[in-house]
């Protein structure tokens, strides 16, 4: 677990949110503040535009909210549990559009989630366009059995020209298989599946989606239990893909309650479930050809509850058509400085600014020309060079925002362009830009003392807790390793001028502190880290 400070001088937390430059929009909603107060679906109409508009992307924005509970349930708004959106159409078949894992958000036992918290989950859902047209419902699946949240749901049409036009769609597989038990294997009820691509498809993609549930006494699993699945195209083999998420203990949805900061199958409490994309090498318009899944063989016995391993799957083939653009860079995102939620461990911010970029045309991105800084300030530019393939992302850090330096206050807002790609005008200008609202980080005096209390949890016979003074370049200024356990220390830090970050890590990634522990044998004891100064 690791918690980055960024210092000029010195800074504390912050969160909030980013937001981009939608041009034409048109926004549709179904739920709103909709309390889930039982297990099972909560549905809602919904109209879509009518089809007849491009869009350059669509997004649907999943509000978690948090409503009190009647009487004095003991689990109000505090588990784990997978949130389906799905999309039911006049015609055709159901489809989920996204998932996410609600987080534990009991605020009074110490959870960052306030009584009055929403959280936005935000899918791109523009490959889903052929579907999202005229009247349809949504339906809100929370496959919960404590209560307390609620659930907004709405979708953003940008109107523009896509990365590639959706030719068509197929559903192969969506639905709760159980993983070594039961009547019927997994393999045998997921079976091979025969498709035709569509007339003009140039490429095909495969994108699975799964999580593991259920704690049985074989290997805990599926939540879990690291796994893999193997996809095969034409009765070969195409890719064998891990599906643990390995990075739980990051999310920047806490501190949380419960046990948040376990790794486990495709999935962590308070995160969204990302999909696992595969491309489907020689489909195009027209090919028939055939496509499987397959789990390793597997006995799950049953806990002292009863529960045993199962996998909430869906997979679903995309037909695209040619790429429409040749050159073009989309700004997707700003890392740094930001106020949104999702990047809380990143900020409050000073320094070198951090933006994700994706490659939207054919054509390799090599360099891109950056203008950028607090608006109302004098902005400057930079000069990325690199590699960025067709149709894949890269998180740039751009050159040190000197406006960021002067900033104060909570209501301040950055704003990044780009003004070329690889020597020239970006193609597409309609997604150039973005802009951020941001808290100022708090500037503090350079000479301070950073006294630290280490626990007694111990990995490569040294202390997992240490802190890591960086410049703004990434250099190593000033550290405190390779400690004792159970030890306090009481360093006097002295900076030079400009940006630097305080790392505070844990190396079992199970924090300093965590009610966990009074479960260890031994209990390691709580560590501590505060900083006071300035020193003489």
Request: aromatic share 14%; with cysteine.
């Amino acid at each position: 677990m690791k918690k980055l400070f960024y210092l000029f001088g010195f800074a504390l937390f912050a969160c909030g949110v980013a937001n981009a430059n939608p041009g034409d929009t048109t926004w549709a909603q179904s739920h709103t503040d909709v309390q889930m107060t039982s297990f099972g679906a909560f549905d809602a109409p919904i109209a879509f535009p009518n089809g007849s508009l491009s869009y350059r992307r669509i997004y649907m924005i999943f509000e978690l909210g948090k409503y009190q509970c009647p009487g004095n349930p003991q689990y109000c708004y505090d588990w784990d549990y997978d949130v389906s959106t799905l999309l039911m159409p006049a015609t055709g078949d159901t489809v989920e559009l996204g998932r996410l894992i609600t987080p534990y958000a009991d605020h009074t036992l110490g959870a960052r989630m306030s009584a009055t918290w929403k959280g936005k989950y935000v899918f791109d859902v523009t490959d889903f366009y052929p579907v999202l047209k005229n009247n349809a419902t949504i339906r809100v699946q929370f496959n919960g059995y404590s209560y307390g949240f609620t659930a907004t749901v709405k979708f953003a049409f940008i109107e523009g020209t896509p990365e590639r036009n959706v030719v068509g769609m197929q559903k192969a597989w969506r639905g709760s298989y159980n993983y070594g038990h039961g009547p019927v294997d997994i393999n045998t009820a997921l079976g091979e599946v025969t498709f035709t691509a569509p007339t003009g498809t140039v490429t095909a993609e495969s994108k699975f989606l799964i999580t593991g549930h259920g704690g049985d006494a074989t290997a805990n699993a599926a939540e879990f239990y690291p796994n893999s699945y193997t996809m095969n195209l034409n009765k070969s083999l195409l890719v064998t893909q891990s599906f643990w998420r390995d990075n739980c203990g990051f999310n920047n949805y806490y501190p949380q309650n419960g046990t948040w900061v376990y790794d486990r199958a495709s999935w962590c409490p308070g995160d969204l479930v990302h999909h696992y994309t595969h491309l489907l090498p020689g489909v195009t318009a027209n090919n028939t050809f055939t496509t499987s899944v397959t789990f390793p063989s597997y006995t799950s016995n049953p806990s002292s509850s009863g529960s045993q391993a199962g996998y909430k799957i869906q997979n679903l083939i995309f037909y695209y058509g040619a790429l429409n653009k040749t050159t073009d860079a989309s700004l997707e995102d700003i890392i740094a400085p930001t106020n949104d939620e999702k990047h809380f461990r990143e900020n409050p911010f000073v320094g070198k600014p951090k933006v994700t970029v994706r490659n939207s045309g054919s054509t390799a991105i090599t360099s891109i020309k950056f203008e950028y800084g607090v608006d109302g300030q004098p902005l400057q530019q930079y000069t990325w060079s690199g590699n960025i393939n067709s149709l894949e992302n890269a998180e740039i850090a751009l050159a040190d925002c000197i406006s960021l330096q002067t900033a104060t206050g909570s209501n301040n807002k950055f704003i990044v362009k780009i003004m070329e790609v690889n020597g020239q005008a970006d193609q597409d200008a309609t997604n150039d830009n973005l802009v951020s609202y941001f808290t100022a980080a708090p500037k503090w005096n350079a000479n301070f003392v950073i006294e630290m209390r280490t626990n007694g949890q111990v990995s490569g016979g040294v202390s997992e807790n240490n802190w890591k003074i960086y410049d703004v370049n990434d250099n190593l200024v000033m550290q405190r390793s390779n400690n004792t356990p159970q030890t306090t220390y009481k360093d006097t830090v002295r900076l030079a001028g400009g940006p630097h970050k305080l790392v505070v890590e844990d190396a079992g990634c199970d924090g300093m502190n965590w009610w966990v522990f009074q479960h260890y044998n031994p209990n390691p004891g709580a560590a501590s880290i505060k900083v006071t100064g300035p020193t003489s």
